[in-house]
């Protein structure tokens, strides 16, 4: 499959990456090249890409965001990627990853107090995530008979 490849490609299971520094036309020109090399392996092994999954992630502030495609379709451009299960966008930046995280705690926290019946001491618990500070009786109020 990355024979002739020349950007990086991680291949996960069922799932293929390609990676490649596009700071130059040069640059663009060979990731679009190494796409076309794919879609040629995939085709010669009676393979198919799921083109509806296939993301571009521009990232860098100067990027050119050029087009790319996969055999004849363009592949859309995607402001975040979930790798290994975290969210990253185009920035570097996890920032709708903490978001994410902290408003699934929340949801967890508010079954928790609705489960038990009770109020958790202190108050609110999106107060409790913001402070980054979880009393331990929080958990152990929970688990108690």
């Not at 499959?1 to 950007?7: A, T």
């Not at 992630?57 to 592949?75: A, K, T």
């Not at 975040?80 to 699934?104: F, I, N, R, Y």
């Not at 001491?121 to 009786?137: F, I, K």
Request: glycine share 6%; with cysteine; net charge neutral.
């Amino acid at each position: 499959m990355d024979s002739g490849i020349e950007c990086t490609l991680s291949k996960f299971a069922d799932d293929a990456e390609l990676c490649g520094a596009v700071n130059t036309l040069e640059g663009r020109d060979v990731v679009q090249r190494d796409l076309d090399m794919l879609e040629s392996w995939a085709h010669v092994n009676l393979i198919r890409f799921n083109k509806a999954k296939c993301k571009v992630l521009h990232m860098d502030r100067g990027n050119p965001m050029h087009r790319y495609r996969l055999g004849r379709e363009c592949i859309v451009s995607s402001p975040a990627k979930k790798d290994l299960g975290v969210l990253v966008d185009e920035k570097l930046s996890m920032t709708q990853q903490c978001v994410l995280a902290a408003q699934k705690a929340n949801r967890i926290l508010d079954c928790i107090k609705k489960k038990c019946g009770q109020q958790i001491e202190g108050g609110d618990s999106a107060t409790l995530l913001r402070s980054g500070v979880t009393p331990p009786e929080v958990l152990c109020t929970a688990l108690e008979p």
